[in-house]
């Protein structure tokens, strides 16, 4: 990340904590939910900036920033708990099936002729025409002998 574009992240970022600390102190509770607004702009700047330091900044739960950012959480055991089991459940894709190119350039359709006399002269044609004009060969290749 070149410096001016931190430097914008970082004037960005406050920023946006004055808007939390306002938004803080004019709340009408405790309890209600942090605007839609200004977690999208939390998530805009954890993109650009580390989402600790900017969890740190807002004073947000850094758990809460990593779901909003759509991180799936680390999980510490090896084996898979329930709600790690149902959530993989839940996520789980349908089958999709991806046809890949051939590795080698497939023939084109045409017409490929083969003609052998009693003497043993062979002639072959090979045409990607759709209607090639082999008949005057044909009659030239058979009635010499």
Same mark, same amino acid.
């Given at each position: 990340?070149?410096?001016r574009?931190?430097?914008?992240?970082e004037?960005e970022?406050?920023?946006?904590?004055?808007?939390?600390?306002?938004?803080?102190?004019?709340?009408?509770?405790?309890?209600?939910p942090?605007p &839609?607004?200004?977690?999208?702009?939390?998530?805009a700047?954890?993109?650009?900036?580390?989402?600790?330091?900017v969890?740190r &900044?807002l004073?947000?739960?850094?758990q809460a920033l990593?779901?909003?950012?759509?991180?799936?959480?680390?999980?510490a055991?090896a &084996?898979?708990t329930?709600?790690?089991a149902?959530?993989a459940?839940?996520?789980?894709?349908d089958?999709?099936?991806?046809t890949?190119?051939?590795?080698?350039?497939?023939p084109t359709s045409?017409?490929?002729i083969?003609?052998?006399?009693?003497d043993?002269?062979r002639?072959?044609?090979?045409?990607?025409?759709?209607q090639?004009?082999i008949a005057?060969?044909?009659?030239?290749?058979l009635e010499?002998?």
């Amino acid at each position: 990340m070149n410096s001016r574009t931190n430097s914008h992240a970082e004037h960005e970022l406050t920023q946006l904590a004055a808007c939390f600390e306002h938004w803080r102190q004019h709340r009408t509770s405790r309890a209600e939910p942090i605007p &839609q607004s200004l977690w999208e702009q939390a998530v805009a700047l954890a993109t650009v900036l580390p989402r600790s330091r900017v969890a740190r &900044q807002l004073r947000l739960s850094g758990q809460a920033l990593k779901h909003r950012c759509g991180a799936q959480p680390l999980v510490a055991s090896a &084996q898979p708990t329930r709600a790690t089991a149902s959530e993989a459940s839940r996520t789980a894709l349908d089958f999709v099936e991806v046809t890949a190119p051939a590795p080698w350039p497939l023939p084109t359709s045409g017409t490929e002729i083969e003609l052998h006399r009693g003497d043993g002269a062979r002639l072959r044609i090979r045409s990607h025409e759709p209607q090639p004009p082999i008949a005057a060969l044909v009659r030239t290749f058979l009635e010499t002998c």
